[in-house]
T-cell receptor, first 117, second 113 residues
Framework: EPEVTQTPSHQVTQMGQEVILRCVPISNHLYFYWYRQILGQKVEFLVS????????KSEIFDDQFSVERPDGSNFTLKIRSTKLEDSAMYFC???????????????FGPGTRLLVL | AQSVTQLGSHVSVSEGALVLLRCNYSSSVPPYLFWYVQYPNQGLQLLLK??????LVKGINGFEAEFKKSETSFHLTKPSAHMSDAAEYFC???????????FGAGTQVVVTP
């Protein structure tokens, strides 16, 4: 069964460093998402991406964050200058985009645990 | 604005007992509601969803949930807990066309023998 994959599973970085989290969505899916979960808190929406552009973003998704689909298969989240409060589990998700929209199931990857020291 | 509240961050049930996880939502437009499960070291997996139509929805692993508009609730149940049901469960709602999910805080389920 197709699945969303994410790499790396764990990443440790120093404050101020740039990190890139990678995701491979399910083939032929058209909508892509990033969510994050700070330890002990809710899963929070960061950004949605469709047709090679951001369709919606949250207040969390400021200028330090960017997303890209560089090669038609990967979907990346870049944090330019990490802060301590960026430490969280980051989930990538995708959905087909073949039916109406918000009723479609989003398929989640296993997550990348980011620790900023 | 939309939001989701899950009552109880931790629930302990005996094997074979009823599992009941509570979810209440607020939304200014008709919501689409989801329950996801997260097993240790895995991603979120869809258990079931309500979009339109029948308000009692059945999902995987014997779970079901009922959408009650008058109570703004979408509680998840399973008649008989199994050890393999130990996981974290998330209720989520979406109301916009891009499908952004708004999650509850999650409920950790522990199943005791």
């Amino acid at each position: 069964e197709p699945e969303v994959t994410q790499t790396p599973s764990h990443q440790v970085t120093q404050m101020g460093q740039e990190v890139i989290l990678r995701c491979v969505p399910i083939s032929n899916h058209l909508y892509f998402y990033w969510y994050r979960q700070i330890l002990g808190q809710k899963v929070e929406f960061l950004v949605s991406f469709y047709n090679n552009e951001i369709s919606e973003k949250s207040e969390i998704f400021d200028d330090q964050f960017s997303v890209e689909r560089p090669d038609g298969s990967n979907f990346t989240l870049k944090i330019r200058s990490t802060k301590l409060e960026d430490s969280a589990m980051y989930f990538c998700a995708s959905r087909p985009g073949t039916s109406g929209g918000r009723d479609e199931t989003q398929y989640f990857g296993p997550g990348t645990r980011l620790l900023v020291l | 604005a939309q939001s989701v509240t899950q009552l109880g961050s931790h629930v302990s049930v005996s094997e074979g007992a009823l599992v009941l996880l509570r979810c209440n939502y607020s939304s200014s437009v008709p919501p689409y509601l989801f329950w996801y499960v997260q097993y240790p070291n895995q991603g979120l997996q869809l258990l079931l969803k309500y979009t339109t139509g029948a308000t009692l929805v059945k999902g995987i692993n014997g779970f079901e949930a009922e959408f009650k508009k008058s109570e703004t609730s979408f509680h998840l149940t399973k008649p008989s807990a199994h050890m393999s049901d130990a996981a974290e469960y998330f209720c989520a709602v979406t109301t916009d066309s891009w499908g952004k999910l708004q999650f509850g805080a999650g409920t950790q389920v522990v199943v005791t023998p």
